[in-house]
């Protein structure tokens, strides 16, 4: 493959996905030129929060927002205070290649209602209209970002 990936590729993330994790895996998956929809090209694995996976069939395995770290394959910010969310360390690794596919200032504005969705706050607040106006507007973006990119 082009992205030197063994297919298939496996997506972790924690059970009760939220905004953080769904827009890092889309993101990663545009970046690295996979589609997220097909199972022959990204396994998607949900675990308990606080574990990590480990692929007995030595798949490239890729975490986001568990894990317990940062780098090339494992998008997890809750171990660094001053980063927002997972969809953050996903753009600051791939920002370049994202920039190729969706315009930067879009892409810009995208992750920064990420991070507004899923911060705490807004979280305590869920069944607030402040929330549901968030939730729908960054659903709508994940829609259009799959489907047009």
Do not use: W
């Amino acid at each position: 493959m082009e992205n030197g990936l063994t297919l298939p590729v496996v997506f972790v993330t924690h059970r009760g996905v939220d905004f953080d994790a769904v827009a890092s895996m889309i993101l990663a998956a545009l970046a690295l030129g996979l589609n997220i929809n097909n199972p022959n090209e990204v396994i998607l694995v949900f675990i308990a929060p606080g574990t990590k996976y480990v692929d007995q069939f030595e798949k490239p395995v890729f975490h986001f927002d568990v894990g317990g770290m940062y780098d090339k394959r494992n998008f997890d910010h809750h171990q660094f205070p001053d980063c927002p969310s997972a969809v953050m360390l996903v753009y600051e690794t791939y920002v370049d290649k994202l920039a190729q596919i969706i315009p930067l200032k879009e892409l810009q504005s995208f992750t920064e209602m990420v991070n507004e969705a899923d911060s705490p706050s807004l979280l305590e607040q869920e069944r607030s209209a402040e929330y549901k106006a968030k939730r729908f507007e960054v659903m709508q973006m994940l829609h259009e970002i799959n489907d047009q990119y």
